[in-house]
């Protein structure tokens, strides 16, 4: 009985995962391809979900957008929130919610408008993720700002906090509460954050970085800005201005080396790092590390190409992941599972973030330390010669590290030597890992001959051994005279019928194939 209870909870919770989505459907709406468009007159029930190359709403949403967008304008009505990730955001329209932006540029255009329940605006505050932030001359956000990046840039009227970190920070408008900024050198210069955005072919314009308040500016409430320089300050600040210096960090160049206490400072710091990681490698994996090393003696330049190309596809790769589980949650939310949603959400971000932490946590870190290692292994064989006793492989690991962290203390010179370790040691690792899976598969392995063979565990062997000849060790075969063939024995058989009483001087081979 308590069988077939069960069979019948299952087959319900089956039909009630296939019908339930398509009850709930008809409140969402799913856009996707070139060119997603809301006409003037059309008006899209619930949630519009979104995943084009250009989008464009000139009609009304009643619900939430969620997805991405190469480019994205909004000159209709919204009723609830806006969740998008793009290059570009023109808000011309209204929304009811709020705005969360994720890309390069956001332009605010919103007009003020006049409606009878003030309450609708309330909550409309904008939080952005990306590079420019641009509220225009005539436009109104009827909420607060929260954004990350470069510059933001206010020309209108804003109604309540704005919280700021990054570079830039203009107000040429209103802001009817306080602000509190944390904004770059105005000495500095933004041509290489320009560089940057070249690709994108956007019509914008980086302003220098700094704090700047426009004369015909006001703020309403408290200015609270970090900056280390002081900010131009021109228009009307309601409470007060507090202003917190922050110290640049300035890197030693050759024209200004550092004193010799900060580069010894950061060389211990750098050579206690790497020595503890290698330490703990050593002692969980004492055998493991002997291939690596091996790969990373015999082939360099292809440990350096290897390391480089996986390091180089790695942020792709981890964004082309993160969008995958984005797309992944989105449709599971569409489908009505916002449970099962939630929960492939969580584990995703573990996952994703999880393996983004180990890999370059490896590539920064273990690699590094791996290369020491073998660096000191390559200096006691120069120092001591082949009639050496053996050598604790972390007292190789101490010598290698020593190096290193001197090494890569001084400038540009110090860039190059931790980029070559880190590639020359994450080529390695990665060779390891390929040959593993090589294992599992069944394939075999690839073998690298080793002229003299050392362990990499408690101890390094650097004695030698007398040299033999590989001639000498080959077992000795006979030496056996070479005779010309012999002819096979001819038998003596009796002759054929017919083949009696035949003439002298008759030839019986004269038949025989030559």
């Not at 955001?89 to 003030?118: C, K, M, R, Y």
């Not at 206690?272 to 055998?287: E, N, R, S």
Request: aromatic fraction near 8%.
């Amino acid at each position: 009985m308590m069988r077939k209870w069960s069979h019948s909870r299952f087959l319900f919770l089956v039909l009630f995962l296939l019908l339930v989505p398509s009850m709930i459907v008809f409140a969402r709406d799913v856009r996707q391809g070139v060119e997603c468009l809301i006409d003037e007159d059309e008006v899209v029930t619930g949630n519009l979900f979104v995943l084009c190359e250009d989008l464009t709403i000139d009609g009304e949403v009643t619900g939430n957008v969620i997805g991405a967008a190469l480019r994205a304008r909004v000159d209709g009505n919204v009723g609830g929130s806006i969740y998008l990730v793009s290059s570009e955001l023109n808000l011309n329209g209204t929304v009811a919610g709020d705005v969360h932006f994720g890309g390069v540029a956001l332009n605010w255009n919103a007009a003020p408008v006049q409606i009878s329940d003030e309450d609708v605006f309330l909550t409309s505050n904008l939080i952005a993720l990306d590079i420019s932030t641009t509220v225009a001359k005539d436009a109104n956000l009827p909420g607060g700002i929260i954004n990350l990046g470069y510059q933001l840039i206010i020309n209108g009227n804003v109604r309540d906090e704005v919280n700021f970190w990054g570079s830039t920070l203009n107000v040429m408008g209103n802001i009817n509460s306080d602000v509190y900024a944390h904004v770059g050198d105005s000495s500095a210069d933004s041509n290489s954050v320009a560089t940057l955005l070249l690709p994108f072919n956007l019509d914008l314009t980086l302003a220098e970085p700094g704090l700047y308040v426009d004369a015909e500016a006001s703020i309403s409430g408290v200015l609270q800005y970090e900056s280390p320089s002081v900010g131009t300050i021109a228009g009307d600040i309601g409470v007060d201005t507090i202003y917190n210096a922050v110290q640049p960090v300035t890197l030693p160049s050759l024209e200004e080396p550092g004193s010799f206490s900060v580069f010894a400072r950061s060389a211990i710091q750098e050579g206690t790092a790497l020595f503890v990681m290698g330490a703990i490698c050593l002692l969980l994996f004492p055998q493991s590390l002997r291939t690596p090393l091996l790969y990373m003696r015999y082939h360099p330049f292809a440990s350096v190409s290897v390391g480089l190309l996986s390091f180089i596809i790695s942020f792709p790769v981890i964004l082309i992941t993160f969008l995958l589980s984005l797309v992944i949650v989105v449709l599971m939310l569409w489908l009505g599972l916002q449970a099962v949603a939630a929960m492939v959400a969580v584990t995703l971000s573990v996952l994703i973030l999880g393996g983004a932490l180990t890999f370059y946590l490896v590539a920064i870190f273990v690699a590094r330390a791996l290369f020491a290692l073998a660096l000191g292994r390559f200096i006691l064989r120069l120092v001591w010669s082949r009639e050496a006793a053996n050598v604790n492989a972390y007292v190789a690991l101490f010598v290698g590290t020593i190096i290193l962290s001197i090494i890569v203390t001084l400038p540009v010179i110090g860039w190059v030597a931790n980029a070559l370790a880190l590639f020359l040691g994450l080529g390695g690792i990665l060779h390891v890992l390929l040959e593993r899976f090589r294992n599992m598969r069944g394939d075999t392995p690839e073998t690298i001959d080793e002229p003299d063979s050392d362990t990499v565990g408690p101890t390094i062997s650097v004695e030698s051994l007398p040299r033999v000849n590989a001639a000498d060790t080959e077992p000795k075969r006979p030496i056996t005279s070479t005779k010309a063939p012999t002819q096979p024995r001819k038998l003596d058989v009796p002759p054929s019928p017919g083949m009696k009483d035949l003439p002298e001087g008759f030839d019986i081979g004269f038949f025989d194939d030559k």
